[in-house]
Structure formats: structure tokens, C-alpha cells
């Protein structure tokens, strides 16, 4: 998921991953990124050109202000 430039030139528009249908938000700990990261500048050949993903709790979108007040 892209940031994507809109046509002013000033803004960036950033996709969530949300399934609609469901209200789902896909997210990843930011601690588990890391050996992605590793994995990816050690296997640099089997990456490159490559879009990936990387996934981990599915949360319901209307509990993700909650969460956020409650963590911050």
C-alpha cells in the first residue's frame, strides 16, 4: 500500500488496509518488523522487485480509538 501523491503535489494520501465488509484493520507490532527487515537486506535477490506484506493482528476498526486512547 503506496503512498500515493494527489494532484496538488503537496499531499500524500496513505491506504489502510480495511476490509470493509468486515471493518477489519490488519496491523503489525512494530517489534516484529524487524527480522522481516533482516530477512529482506540478507535475501536481498529473493526480494527485490517484489511487493510484500507483512500482517499481524486483525482488529475491528471501530475498537482502534479506544486502543489508541488506551496505549497513549
Known amino acids: 500500500m ?11 494520501e496513505f491506504t489502510l488496509p480495511l476490509i470493509l465488509e ?6 503489525v507490532d ?3 518488523i524487524g527480522p522481516l527487515v533482516t530477512e529482506i537486506l ?3 535477490d ?3 522487485g517484489k511487493e510484500l506484506m507483512c500482517v499481524g493482528e486483525v482488529e475491528q476498526f ?7 486512547t488506551k496505549v497513549t
Open 62 to 68: 471501530q475498537n482502534v480509538p479506544k486502543i489508541s
Open 2 to 12: 503506496m503512498p500515493r501523491k494527489m494532484d496538488d503535489g503537496l499531499t500524500v
Open 30 to 32: 512494530i517489534d516484529d
Open 46 to 48: 529473493k526480494h527485490v
Open 42 to 44: 540478507e535475501q536481498s
Open 22 to 27: 468486515t471493518r477489519e484493520l490488519h496491523q
